[in-house]
């Protein structure tokens, strides 16, 4: 039976990396019997090509390869964004505890020991393939809420391009302040998603040209509470969310939604509320003009003085924008 995506309808794409033509064309055959679509190479330097080539939903990888090595491989394929959620079986001629260990060190999701019992790699394939299904349709569900927080930016005009600008200076001001490249990837998708919660804020209020009454301001605080709740039931948003919900957060719990405090702030959430406020104040309101990036600066620098914003977060994003020597207002 030929094993389908319910989403694509698609064949699904397998690839065989072994330097030993006789087991790829075994491998071959097998899979190609059972429906799928079978790609193969020889060694890791082909292998990493084919993957980016062909995006296969599973690969099946050899250990003892010349050149760059089948746990080589796993490892950068498990360390890409792009192919991280790929399902990797190891197949290997030694898999004593320490191979095993080596190989789910490297990141393998399974790993299988030569000669291969044809119906168990037909099995394992299989399994792993509803994996990755899974992981397709939770990034489809990621996908579709991209698209709207992009057009949500659209609906208002002075806003055009917001969501990229944040994202490329929440991942520079992330990268100089040292985190982690899961949270930077987490910084790059949070900017998009960031005002998802907008979606539940009606036009009279959200295009509204001049400042917000009492209660209008009431209803657009809700924003990061109604992003954060979609996002609620995607695992794979689980990093995002904190920005989601805590970027209009302010460090003396004069912020929303939920008046946290210093600490009790994401740092994630702070370094995008600081890009947010900057990309804000530079940008055309229907009630005001761009600010300049000198003035956007000592805006910021104000809010630190007045301790809002974290000195070292500022500091350090004005730096990467060569602001460094601008004074605040006093
Ligand atoms: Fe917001």
Redesign the pocket.
Known sequence: MIETSPQAQRRSRVLVVDDHESIRMLFQRLLTVDGHEVFSAEDGAAALEAVARHQPDVILLDVAMPTIDGLEVCRRLKSDVATRLTPVVLVTGQAGLSDRLRGLEAGADEILEKPVHPNELRARVRSLLRVKYLIDALDSAEAAFMALALTIEARDPMTNGHCERLAKHAVRLGRALGVCDEDLDALHRGAYL??L??VGVPDHVLLKEGPLTRDEFDVMKQ??VIGDNLCAPLQSLKRVRPIIRS??ERLDGSGYPDGLRGDAIPLLAQIVGVV?VFDALTSRRPYRGPLTPQDAARHLLEEVEQGRMSRKYVDAFLEILCLGGVGAVH
Request: proline share 11%; aromatic share 0%.
């Open positions: 960031h005002d919660g907008k924003h990061p970027h209009h947010d």
